[in-house]
């Protein structure tokens, strides 16, 4: 299949499948961020490289925009009454002590009733949730609580002491210290995520002061990263996927490098999905030139697939999906079906280690 015939057909969701061995799934990470392999896949031909090269690939000029959520301590056990057991993954934190969460349970609790969340060790301060119904509306996917302590602690502070780190379902361990530490950014400031910003998690102190040293600038955004980045499509026209959504923010900062770098003729970099997500939304929402009048606050549920016309970045920094994802779709959008494809099948052959603890990939914007 050539470049044009790809852009001409209509993709259906079994164009986005591959065979993947269990065994490049990384189950942990790499022993530092920077020793995790980086494909180069801006040429004719991929290069295997180390992501501490990153900076060679780059030039003074260029902007690298990070998504800096934070991943929170988002999943709690708790029993029932009944003495049935529960599992919350808190997607969203609400007001008054509300969140919406997803819930795992044998038999739904009824609305109203109150159940006892674990503790951390040592810890007997009457942590529980009570249910209130649905979210966002009455047959909404979510589940609404008041999370509640003899404290009166909120939400974030509940979640610190007792929760968990949410690894993704093909992570098989339970959380430790070193996933708290290692799935988390080492620039992660505003909480709200439960799942990590994951091409972020290669980047440490030191390759940012270099990338710093030689002039490359950076800028930040947020885009709280919910637990449907994992779901796969399911309808095999992709058209009739529901996208979920994810709250974002695009600070008058970010909005202001970008248009000095776009003047000066740099690159603008994403580095992740979630930022592709994030700048590409705000941008369809620009009423005027030089992308005035965006929405820079507030829901998206953009779906990008091949055949969308990208308004801001340039470059993009990635690691490996999992098949039939939308995330799939959006680097294929990005970079062109058939050259994601070869690329994948090169990562594959050459064992990278694919998804949230996996290697990365650069990409250019096709063009």
């Given at each position: 299949m050539t470049l044009a015939s790809a852009a001409a057909r209509t993709f259906t969701l079994s164009d986005f499948d591959f065979a993947l061995p269990d065994n490049l799934i990384a189950q942990h990470p790499a022993p530092q961020r920077t020793a995790s392999r980086l494909l180069d896949g801006t040429g004719a031909n991929s290069v295997d490289r180390i992501f501490k090269d990153l900076p060679t690939l780059l030039r003074a000029g260029d902007l690298m925009v990070f998504n800096d959520t934070k991943v929170?301590?988002?999943?709690?056990?708790?029993?029932?009454?009944?003495?049935?057991?529960?599992?919350?993954?808190?997607?969203?934190?609400?007001?008054g002590n509300q969140v919406a969460a997803h819930m795992r349970v044998s038999k739904k609790p009824e609305v109203g009733a109150t159940v006892k969340l674990v503790c951390a060790p040592g810890c007997e301060d009457g942590?529980?949730?009570?249910?209130?119904?649905?979210?966002?509306?009455?047959?909404?996917?979510?589940?609404?609580?008041?999370?509640?302590?003899?404290?009166?602690?909120?939400?974030?502070?509940?979640?610190?002491?007792h929760g968990h780190v949410p690894l993704p379902p093909y992570i098989t361990h339970t959380d430790s210290a070193e996933d708290a530490q290692r799935y988390q950014t080492v620039f992660a400031k505003n909480p709200g995520a439960v799942a990590a910003p994951t091409a972020a998690l290669h980047f440490d102190e030191a390759l940012l002061?270099?990338?710093?040293?030689?002039?490359?600038?950076?800028?930040?955004?947020?885009?709280?990263?919910?637990?449907?980045?994992?779901?796969?499509?399911?309808?095999?026209?992709?058209?009739?996927?529901?996208?979920?959504?994810?709250?974002?923010?695009?600070?008058?900062?970010?909005?202001?490098?970008?248009?000095?770098?776009?003047?000066?003729?740099?690159?603008?970099?994403?580095?992740?999905?979630?930022?592709?997500?994030?700048?590409?939304?705000?941008?369809?929402?620009?009423?005027?030139?030089?992308?005035?009048?965006?929405?820079?606050?507030?829901?998206?549920?953009?779906?990008?697939?091949?055949?969308?016309?990208?308004?801001?970045?340039?470059?993009?920094?990635?690691?490996?999906?999992?098949?039939?994802?939308?995330?799939?779709?959006?680097?294929?959008?990005?970079?062109?079906?058939?050259?994601?494809?070869?690329?994948?099948?090169?990562?594959?052959?050459?064992?990278?280690?694919?998804?949230?603890y996996g290697d990365a990939m650069l990409l250019a914007r096709a063009a």
């Open positions: 929170i301590n988002a999943r709690l056990f708790g029993e029932k009454a009944t003495g049935g057991k529960l599992e919350l993954l808190i997607e969203r934190v609400l007001g942590l529980s949730a009570t249910l209130l119904g649905r979210w966002p509306n009455a047959d909404g996917p979510l589940f609404r609580f008041v999370l509640s302590n003899d404290a009166g602690d909120n939400p974030y502070t509940l979640m610190e002491r002061a270099q990338l710093d040293a030689m002039g490359v600038q950076r800028a930040h955004v947020t885009l709280h990263v919910g637990a449907g980045t994992f779901q796969p499509v399911k309808t095999e026209n992709i058209a009739e996927h529901q996208m979920h959504s994810e709250w974002y923010q695009v600070p008058q900062a970010t909005i202001d490098a970008i248009a000095a770098c776009k003047a000066r003729g740099g690159r603008v970099i994403a580095v992740g999905t979630t930022t592709v997500r994030t700048l590409e939304s705000w941008a369809k929402s620009c009423t005027g030139p030089g992308f005035a009048g965006g929405i820079t606050e507030g829901d998206t549920n953009i779906f990008i697939t091949p055949g969308f016309a990208f308004e801001v970045v340039d470059m993009l920094i990635t690691n490996f999906h999992l098949p039939k994802s939308s995330l799939m779709m959006l680097v294929s959008a990005f970079a062109g079906y058939v050259p994601i494809m070869a690329l994948y099948r090169d990562a594959i052959a050459r064992e990278y280690r694919f998804f949230s």
